[in-house]
């Protein structure tokens, strides 16, 4: 079964750090663009970063540029998005997400031609 599973999320204050993964099975993520794409409450989605099928590229929406940082380790089949400096406007529920290697080339920035999601954790960045 081809599955994205998002863990790591939680309530945190303000400044603080957060880690979230992305655990996938049922295909080698190495064969994927990546991006990660958050929703907060009452707003649609906004995709957030993403990166090319080896890492070697990656983009950044403005308001997380410089704050947060993705990565992946193809080895584990896993995607990770470090966050710092969290603020109250990062709340949300963010996704992981998977397309075919090389649509970067189109559309890098987007969730453009992405069809494989996970299910989603929660971020709250409160005081």
């Known amino acids: 079964e081809v599955q994205l599973v998002e863990s790591g999320g939680g309530l945190v204050q303000p400044g603080s750090s957060l880690r979230l993964s992305c655990a996938a099975s049922?295909?080698?993520?190495?064969?994927?663009?990546m991006s990660w794409v958050r929703q907060a409450p009452g707003k649609g989605p906004e995709w957030v970063v993403g990166?090319?099928?080896?890492?070697?590229?990656?983009w950044y929406a403005v308001s997380v540029k410089g704050r947060f940082t993705i990565s992946r380790d193809n080895a584990k089949n896993t995607l990770y998005l470090q966050m710092n400096t969290l603020k109250p406007e990062d709340t949300a529920v963010y996704y992981c997400?998977?397309?075919?290697?090389?649509?970067?080339?189109?559309?890098?920035?987007?969730?453009?031609?992405?069809?494989?999601w996970g299910q989603g954790t929660q971020v709250t960045v409160s005081s």
């Open positions: 049922g295909f080698s993520l190495g064969s994927k663009d």
């Open positions: 990166t090319d099928s080896d890492g070697g590229r990656t």
């Open positions: 997400a998977a397309r075919q290697a090389g649509q970067w080339v189109l559309c890098p920035r987007g969730t453009v031609a992405y069809d494989k």
